[in-house]
């Protein structure tokens, strides 16, 4: 099994920046692409970035292109996203995920909140 713990979650102001960390433990080994999808209240989880195995980047959401960065450290186990100039509507639960041999894996979730 694959566990995902997310931090780096809280309240900044329109135009600030936030870096959310996902440590991944257990079978390590087996894990391929990652990503970050986002939650907001009434709307449907959506992609925001994903990464492939070897930390390249494969995929960002056209709202979040040019101001957040996905990145992979497979040394330390860590899925990274940077996010700059952030704004309002990116406000949201921010959820880790990992595949690993053929299953789907999910962080608990972390909270960012952008006030204008």
């Known amino acids: 099994q694959v566990q995902l713990a997310e931090s780096g979650g809280g309240s900044v102001q329109t135009g600030g920046s936030l870096r959310l960390s996902c440590v991944i433990s257990?079978?390590?080994?087996?894990?391929?692409?990652g990503a970050w999808y986002r939650q907001a209240p009434g709307k449907e989880r959506e992609l925001v970035a994903r990464i492939t195995r070897g930390g390249v980047p494969r995929e960002y959401a056209v709202s979040v292109k040019g101001r957040f960065t996905i990145s992979r450290d497979n040394d330390k186990n860590r899925v990274d996203l940077q996010m700059d100039n952030l704004r309002p509507e990116d406000t949201a639960v921010y959820y880790c995920y990992a595949s690993a041999q053929g299953l789907d894996f999910w962080g608990q979730g972390t909270q960012v909140t952008v006030s204008s």
């Open positions: 257990g079978k390590t080994w087996t894990v391929g692409p």
